[in-house]
């Protein structure tokens, strides 16, 4: 039997007031795995953690760590380290005093302490400044300073409850490249909490998206953005045009036919959480699989109509965003769509003229049918 | 046309609105003028006439340190009931009392001031409010509850064990310390308040248990909070006159009791003198406490 280096089974955690911040969940996460728990807030990931590191009891199910039961086992057992969201840094103590400090807890001496906590300075790039307080630092040297002060004690686990979030746009994009190199390298199991997609897509290994206490969907950041489950999930992971439709026949192939609101039927993938086998869907298409064409071009490009989906559109409205163009489009009655199209030279972002009759085009495979 | 009356009478709105405006600002520099004459004009002549060279409070005739020297060495004019060894012994008292009564009152205000700040449990609004209760209270009702309070348990004391108990330290001490512990939780607390919760959860995820984390990381921050509680504590019990008049036994006398004694033969140079300095010594504890509030919450 294979054990996780975090297991949780059956976890519901009710608070005093009767909200149930977390609600069933159960997930596994294997060693060296950096795993990241994604949700809006107030959706129970930050409690989800809360529970593993042990300050908060669960009201009911288990938590794992390495296959031990940590039920009864107090935060200052458990083999796990947090690096909190504001940091956490003890302001009356020095830089190598907050680091030294999990280690003395410990009883490791003081110059081997001393001698680690330069080490995990130097694995955080940030050596030197031991002796300073940490309101002398910056917040991104902050940021650093709690990461060496958790690494310092070789956790099994290290949990980060948004550890990005304070700090600014450039800065955190730098940090997610250096995190994710820096658990590659000492190779130490991550719990990621954010609430920023694109963060838990770039870094993690698998992420778990969480919505009102409940994990919707656990998967590689291909499959959550490539294959949602849930039109929440679709939602709130990138951007995402939803199109209602009718479920007519559910293909063996895993594709089926649905029906449109103008009564067009058109052939997509199911969705392997799919339940119903007929009656209303919604169709998740993400405006980059989407293809604009004006009339007069698509006698030059061989589609398969068997292959894609084509429909008629009218475009209402343009954005230029530097990279990309965004169009919006108008299908059937009252179906919008926004579709999205690299600018990849200076032509392709003055092509169309708004109130033009269009052609879009995705395949199947680009369009998920999903539960409404 | 028009455009012209309409800025005209602009103009002169915005000439009444300056002089209102002038006013309001002459008002406002008048009020702490008046607001610290009346505070401080008592206290100053008090200060002043200590170092006059006549006895009489109707003038000024020169600079002494006469009265000072007086009261070190035992000469308080006609007055029998002066001596510089009663006041010694009543200086001694008052830091006797206000040293215990605020080494309980720190220790259990400070408790206080966690609970308050980190427990849950049933009650805790209604103790919260009772905190409180000897802040707002008037000393005299106080002074006269415990009075009798302490009356009516050495009357039960009595009876059960036959032993008598006579008031004395015990009972200013405990009086001090009830109403010590309101003003020690009240510094602590706003200090508790002031400090990252997580701070203490950071700890207990390094590995400390609750009571290390507590002596490492807790105490240390809150530790401004506690010495300026503390001062504060120690100050009001070197200052209080009412409570511990009507808890005091014999011989007990602290240094605003003996003072009182003195005032009931009449105002003298000596107790103007006396009154000087613990008025300075008062206000300097009461400084450091300040001070330590405002490195407080600087930190934070």
């Known amino acids: 039997m294979a054990t996780y280096d975090v297991e949780l089974v059956d976890i519901v955690k009710e608070f005093d007031s009767g909200l149930r911040a977390v609600d069933k969940v159960s997930v596994q996460v294997a060693d060296g795995e950096f795993f990241a728990l994604l949700g809006p807030s107030g959706c129970g990931k930050t409690t989800t953690l809360r529970l593993i590191a042990g300050f908060e009891q669960p009201s009911a199910g288990r938590v794992l760590i390495r296959g031990i039961a940590m039920e009864g086992i107090p935060a200052y057992h458990r083999p796990v380290n947090t690096v909190f969201q504001d940091y956490a840094l003890f302001p009356h103590l020095t830089v190598e005093q907050n680091i030294m400090f999990g280690l003395e807890m410990e009883g490791v001496n003081k110059k081997e302490a001393r001698a680690r906590a330069a080490e995990s300075l130097e694995m955080v790039r940030l050596p030197g400044v031991g002796e300073r307080k940490p309101r002398q630092l910056s917040g991104g040297q902050q940021q650093r300073v709690a990461l060496a002060r958790a690494l310092v004690k070789k956790p099994a686990v290290l949990l980060l409850d948004e550890p990005l979030g304070a700090l600014d746009l450039k800065l955190r994009k730098n940090m997610q490249y250096e995190l994710k190199a820096l658990q590659r390298d000492v190779g130490i199991t991550f719990i990621y909490v954010t609430h920023d997609q694109e963060e838990a897509i770039t870094m993690a290994d698998r992420i778990a998206v969480m919505n009102e206490g409940k994990m919707l969907q656990i998967g590689s950041p291909r499959q959550i953005y490539e294959r949602p489950e849930s039109v929440f999930v679709a939602d709130f992971i990138g951007e995402t045009n939803f199109i209602a439709g009718e479920l007519l026949e559910r293909g063996p192939d895993g594709f089926g036919r649905v029906k449109l609101a103008d009564g067009t039927v058109i052939r997509a993938q199911l969705s392997e959480a799919l339940s119903r086998s007929s009656g209303q869907v919604r169709l998740a298409i993400r405006p980059e699989r989407i293809g604009i064409a004006t009339i007069a071009e698509t006698g030059g490009e061989e589609i398969d109509p068997s292959e894609y989906t084509v429909l008629d559109a009218l475009l209402i409205d343009s954005q230029y965003i530097g990279t990309d163009t965004r169009y919006t489009l108008q299908i059937g009655e009252a179906t919008e769509l926004v579709v999205r199209v690299q600018n990849i030279s200076e032509l392709d972002s003055s092509g169309i003229a708004l109130g033009q009759a269009v052609t879009v085009y995705w395949h199947n495979s680009s369009a998920t049918v999903l539960d409404i | ?300």
């Open chain 2, 1 to 300: 046309m028009a455009a012209t009356s309409q800025l005209l009478i602009n103009e002169s709105a915005i000439r009444r609105n300056r002089m209102t405006r002038r006013l309001g600002q002459a008002g406002l520099l008048l009020n702490p003028v008046f607001t610290y004459f009346f505070l401080w004009a008592p206290i100053l002549i008090l200060v002043l006439f200590s170092f006059n060279e006549s006895r009489s409070v109707a003038s000024f005739t020169g600079f002494t340190l006469k009265w000072y020297n007086n009261i070190l060495n035992n000469v308080m004019g006609a007055e029998r009931a002066f001596s510089t060894e009663i006041m010694l012994n009543a200086f001694r008292n008052s830091l006797f009392v206000g040293t215990v009564a605020t080494v309980i009152a720190t220790v259990l205000g400070t408790m206080i001031a966690l609970a308050m700040a980190r427990g849950r449990f049933p009650g805790k609004g209604l103790i919260d409010g009772l905190l409180f209760l000897p802040v707002v209270i008037p000393e005299i009702t106080q002074a006269i509850s415990l009075a009798i309070f302490f009356k009516v348990a050495f009357d039960w004391i009595a009876v059960i064990s036959g032993e008598r108990i006579f008031p004395g330290f015990h009972t200013i001490i405990m009086a001090h310390v009830t109403f010590n512990i309101s003003y020690v939780a009240i510094v602590v607390r706003a200090r508790l308040a002031d400090m990252d919760p997580q701070l203490e959860e950071a700890a207990k995820d390094l590995g400390a248990n609750p009571w290390r984390a507590f002596w490492r990381v807790t105490f240390p921050l809150i530790l401004p909070g506690v010495i300026s509680g503390a001062l504060l504590a120690f100050t009001l019990s070197l200052d209080d006159f009412v409570i511990t008049f009507f808890t005091s036994g014999v011989g007990t006398s602290t240094l605003p009791v003996f003072v009182y004694g003195l005032l009931k033969l009449t105002v003298t140079p000596e107790v103007n003198a006396i009154s000087t300095i613990m008025m300075v010594l008062s206000t300097l504890l009461i400084g450091i406490s300040l001070a330590m509030q405002g490195r407080t919450s600087s930190r934070a």
